[in-house]
């Protein structure tokens, strides 16, 4: 069940936070949800569940989350850290969770045990740290298994093993055919988690599409040569962009590092260096976003 | 709608604070009853017979009390999800915000008829203690088994609503539970002294909960018709709070 946004948008007085933003979350892969801060995440997902008022609409199976009769059943989502009541049992939570799908007592004890809970069900969680805070809002996410889940930075707070088994969980969550849209600042994590992302900045789109493609854009190759001047010519005559890089360096786009061998072979100019260079998804992020963070640090001395 | 009842239901029933508001609704009244009718028939009797119709302390006079308890409960239906941002998980369960609307005015006042009806019958029976304690034997307050009971549980039903209807359209739950206090125990009082000295005896069809007290004590279409106005003023409240929620971000 694929979530389709389609010309989302807000204002907060003379503020654009999201502007006619428009992506699909495809079924059966974690799509990354990215953006520095303030770029209107957290609002756009607010936008799609309809919790906040604004332009344009989200669809769920082709339907707005409105018209399906059990929503619990279409989406889960844990938008806030501590989306609970600090007096009310973590079973009580879920129980009232359960009340749109039904769902039974086993139910309640299987997310519970599943997120690792089970020994204070019966607490109240105004003692729980942010980490298990973390965990009985995503039971409450997925306790009716529904067909999407919309996480705000699931994340925070969690430690290395949790990490892990959130990845893990989520990758085989989407495996089954769901579709999952997460949002994180943790870059190298989305990395591992994501196939698919969604860049935003500003409140508008920047890039959507499969991590392969958005970094693969932004990789090239290096090569380094003594006769580096007649290489670039060599290389802009195959159609390609090249860029200087260093006193020998030129930084190849569109060619692959057999290519441009084989290209300067033919040319007769030696080589002292031919390196792929893959940029990371954070690099991407950075180039992507670069000016558009809110509240930006000042040069570090 | 059931599953937005269901809901309420729960979240209304696995919070401790329900159950001891309800406690403390009853009890704290039902101690005063106690108290106040043994003062005055004890004191009747040093004086040589207790004064002529004393009686029982009477529930009417306490149920301000046990409103003023009660009506954090309706309070709480709208407040306690905003403060712990609890709105937004109840609103992507049940999109349909109407619905869930409704579903909580209609648990608070189920949950307050039940309460209100606990904490008349304790006021009573507190009465009715209070005045054996004196040597009057138990003096059953019957009349709060007829009319004056059922309008007693009314007002406090409306004051606790008025609660609920305040808190939703602020989201605000502190104010929503000391604005009705304050306008019943201040504000009011002052405009309806005011009001004497000019000589504007239609005021207390007006005023909320100045009008509403006075009418659990009267009788016939007065009664009703104070209780009516009592409705209104909630409604008057509810109307742009439920329109104020389809329309609002959360």
Redo the contacts between chains.
Sequence with gaps: MAIVAQGLGKSFGSVRAVDDLSFEVPDGVVTGFLGPNGAGKSTTMRLMLGLDRGAGSTLFDGKPLIQHPHASEVVGTHLDARPFLPGRTAHDHLRMLATDAKLPKSRIEEVLAMVGLTDVADKRPKGFSLGMAQRLGLAGAVLANPRALMLDEPANGLDPQSIQWLREFLRAYAAQGNAVLVSSHLLTEMQLMAQHVVVIAKGSLVADGTINELVSQRSDVLVRSADSGRLADALRGAGVQVDRDGDDGLAVTGLTTDEIGRLAFDAGIALRELTQRKASLEDTFLELTGDAQDFAFGESS | MR?PL??EW??IS????TWALMALGALVPAGLALFVTWIVNAAGSEAGGPPEGAGTAGFAGFLPLTAAVLCTIGAAAFG?EYR???I??T??????RTPVFVAKALMVIAVIIVAAVLAIAAMVVGGALGSALAGQGFVWEETALGLPGLRGVIYVVIFSLMAFAITALTRNQPLGIILPIVFAVLVEPIISAVAFVLDWGWIDWALPFTGATAGVNAEGLEAWGHLGVFLLWFLVLAMPALILFQ????
Excluded: N
């Excluded at chain 2, 329309?247 to 959360?250: A, F, N, S, Y």
């Design positions: 599953g269901r809901y729960v979240r696995t919070v401790k604070s306690q712990h941002g609890l937004r998980i609103l992507s369960t049940y999109p349909r329309r609002r971000d959360d």
